[in-house]
């Protein structure tokens, strides 16, 4: 016989044989969204198994309210319920156990266990508490749980507007996140290749300035994918028209003396040379020196090292090469820096001839300090026009030099809200796609100074209304510090043991197991864990529309029919010219 919610059975250590007797297929509905299931036979601090009825059937449906549920499903949850405690718990794994394994002889022969990560706590109202204060014990009666008892809790944050999917098992319920706790204690969307990050990062956009129109997000672009032009030149958006602003890494320029000292080191100065450290020491005074003298024409005397203010790369390459070549005594004695500095004249020289280099180095525009607000104008959107979304693409900006570029967008987004007197008024997103090229985890790379800037931002960001979104497929390789600071986690696809591991020990110990259910997902199918979902939930991602330009190439129909030949002459001069 069925037992529902009507009578409690009353708690018990061991089950009795006559609550096993009990079978799925005599399931008597009644329209009561709570059937009995199952019975716990493990209670751990982080976990719970437990036994599920004997089934004379394959296919274990029961009937919940009007709807159909498939009683453990993966991703659907249960309530315990005991003493008047009721414990919301996410079945997360599937044990089939054969007879050998348990104590109790069994009528089918095989039972079914399920493994739960416990939730919250669920009052008489029917209101959602995270945590559990008080644990059930083996033996408490699992029941299905309704879809009109689960909307109250998924839909939390309903007034917000801002859906970003829903439950495959119920498409009626839409998971709504808390955008506050999701934008302002950052976030990072993980997955490996193909898994959907880039369209959960679309669909999330879209949905984030459809429901509430003064956003302002910066998305760094790594591949086009977000805005690009197709063939006969006509630009494309994963954002509507009006909306976004598209803007190319290289147009913004971002001069090279908007650059903090730190990064100014790690583009000019090998931190493993023997000599660096006079070399860091040199170009400090050197700088120094000459931004005071732009300083005091804007008629400010107070500066430090890092102050936004335009000197000239000709006139420091003449300091370091008058220390270079200094002698004393009338030409008779060398001076102390003599020769020190040949190693770091050359590399500068080589990266002023780069032209890849053209558009940080020598600024067509920005070459003067009154203009770095019509910089910060575009950057932020408040340009002309004006938009939500500012799309940074840059993919035109060479593999080598992107990351310096990154760093420059991240601090500048920081150091405009950390000046800004009304930045809580005015919280802005820094969105980073592909965020492990540039916020390398590794200390005492090329990148120290990316680092150093995105980590800043992880850790002081929230102070100042800087939010940040981190999106990997390779979260090891990623700042764990920034990563660490992430108050949500977005997970789609990851199959690849160690990653999980790793995200495993990033996200709240207690939906840490969670992450065993990562390899299971579907393409754009997520897990969201954290501050900004109101439980953990195993949820499809919305397409977004209009989609980014992520597709994977067709192998099959290009191979077929496509190309038969191509501009060859055009691929060796767009190379030769470093631009796409
Ligand atoms: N939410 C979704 N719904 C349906 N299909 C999706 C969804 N997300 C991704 N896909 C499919 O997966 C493909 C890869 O997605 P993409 O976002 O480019 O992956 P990633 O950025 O993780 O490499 C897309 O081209 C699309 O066909
Ligand atoms: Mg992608």
């Not at 029961?62 to 919301?88: A, C, F």
């Not at 992520?550 to 470093?578: A, C, F, M, P, T």
């Amino acid at each position: 016989m069925l037992q529902t919610d009507k009578t409690e059975p009353k708690a018990a250590q061991t089950m009795s044989s006559t609550e096993l007797s009990a079978t799925l297929d005599n399931a008597q509905p009644d329209n009561d969204p709570n059937v009995l299931i199952g019975h716990l036979t493990q209670v751990r601090g982080d976990g719970f198994e437990a036994r599920l009825l004997p089934l004379d059937s394959d296919s274990p449906v029961v009937k919940v309210g009007d709807h159909e549920v498939l009683v453990g499903q993966l991703g659907s949850y249960v309530s315990i319920k005991q003493n008047g405690i009721r414990t919301l718990a996410l079945v997360f794994q599937d044990i089939e156990k054969s007879e050998a394994d348990n104590s109790e002889p069994r009528s089918a022969g095989k039972s079914r266990s399920l493994a739960l990560i416990p939730l919250g706590e669920i009052d008489e109202k029917g209101s959602f508490q995270r945590g559990i204060r008080s644990y059930p014990t083996t033996g408490a009666a699992v029941y299905t749980v309704g879809v009109d008892e689960l909307k109250p809790i998924f839909m939390k944050f309903r007034g917000y507007r801002f859906n970003l999917g829903y439950i495959p098992t119920h498409p009626s319920l839409a998971v709504s996140l808390d955008p506050s706790a999701l934008f302002g204690r950052h976030f990072a969307i993980l997955g490996q290749s193909g898994s959907g990050k880039s369209w959960a990062v679309s669909s999330l956009v879209q949905r984030a300035i459809a429901a509430m129109p003064n956003a302002h997000v910066i998305l760094l672009d790594l591949h086009g994918e977000y805005c690009w032009k197709d063939d006969q030149g006509n630009a494309h958006s994963a954002f509507k028209p009006g909306t976004v602003r598209a803007i190319d890494a290289r147009e913004l320029e971002i001069p090279y003396w908007l650059m903090t000292f730190s990064e100014l080191i790690d583009l000019l100065i090998d931190r493993s040379d023997d000599g660096s450290s006079t070399q860091i020491a040199f170009l400090r005074e050197a700088l120094y020196v000459l931004k005071k003298k732009s300083a005091l024409k804007l008629g400010i005397d107070n500066i430090s090292i890092d102050s936004p203010i335009y000197f000239s790369l000709a006139d420091l390459y003449k300091s370091f090469k008058n220390a270079n070549e200094q002698r004393g005594d009338f030409g008779k004695k060398q001076g102390a820096l003599f020769g020190q500095f040949d190693e770091f004249l050359v590399k500068l020289q080589s990266k002023l001839s780069d032209t890849r280099y053209d558009f940080l180095l020598k600024p067509k525009h920005r070459n003067n300090s009154e203009s770095l607000s019509g910089l910060l104008r575009d950057f932020v959107g408040l340009g002309k026009p004006k938009s939500q979304v500012t799309v940074i693409d840059l993919s035109p900006v060479p593999f080598d030099v992107r990351p310096g570029v990154s760093a420059q967008i991240g601090r500048l987004a920081f150091e405009f809200n950390y000046w800004n007197p009304r930045n809580r008024e005015f919280p802005i997103l820094l969105l980073c796609e592909e965020a492990h090229a540039y916020i390398p985890r590794e200390s005492g790379s090329q990148y120290d100074g990316t680092r150093k800037t995105m980590e800043r931002i992880a850790k002081e960001g929230r102070k100042y209304g800087v939010g940040l979104g981190v999106v990997t497929q390779r979260p090891h390789e990623l700042s764990e510090t920034v990563l660490s600071q992430c108050g949500t986690y977005i997970c789609l696809r990851i199959t690849n043991p160690d990653d999980q591991s790793y995200v495993r020990d990033l996200v709240p110990e207690s939906e840490g197991d969670l992450t065993n259910t990562l390899a299971a997902l579907g393409r754009g199918e997520a897990v969201v864990m954290g501050e900004g979902a109101p439980l953990p939930i195993r949820f499809q991602i919305y397409r977004p529309d209009p989609e980014p330009n992520s597709s994977d190439v067709d192998y099959h129909k290009h191979w077929k029919d496509g190309l038969e030949d191509l501009d060859v002459e055009n691929i060796v001069d767009l190379w030769r010219r470093q631009g796409r």
